[in-house]
């Protein structure tokens, strides 16, 4: 694909069969072009579908943007307790990271996330778990580290690879060491290859190294393969992911 306007970005990013998609939202959070925000704002109400990829383009542009840009949508400009409510549901689901309100440091995503990690509901700590890694804050790292002790299989999965996620973005994780190595020996496989993913990280990886004598045969092959560095996909949580 060759050079493209920020005004033909936002024309492919509606189109989301483009395999240039990624490309497209690149574009945009990068563009120095003038006024390409007022012009990303302004389409916002008649964006349709592409509404929340627009939402985090401008969340990964200026992550201490007043949230109500992204906000306004999931509630009526009508105050009282069921905007309220509807307000603090964006929160539990799933456009809180597709919107960008994890990055949004004035929208306080690890304060209004973090008491979901703790919740009953396994879908929940599922959720919040997944939309605190997302957050790039290292605030969100304790809450994450204590659901590497859940209950349920898939919560710990996706807390290992939240771990992940945070390292990307530059948090350190060193304290979630020890408890990653405790899920190499979880009976699960998703919940092993997550963990190896991340003790693989360099700041984690003489850990990993520490644990292998102690493994059962298939966490075993698992380390010895994230060591090799073939470790299992972190899934995207949005289409302009790295």
Known sequence: MGELSSDGALAGIRDWGSPDLRAHIRI?????????????????????PARPLLCRVLAERDPYRDPRYALRHFYEATDGPIRRWLGHEVYRSPWVWLYGITRLRNANPVERITPDATHWLATRRQIAVMALGDTADSAALPPIIGRLRDAKWWVRTEAAAAIRRLAKSGVQVGSAAEALVRCLHHDRQEVIEQAAASLALPALRERLLWSRATLMPLAGAIVDNALDGVVAPLVPLWPGED
């Open 28 to 48: 945009l959070i990068d563009s120095n072009e003038p006024l390409v925000e007022e012009i990303i704002l302004d389409s916002l109400d008649d964006a349709g």
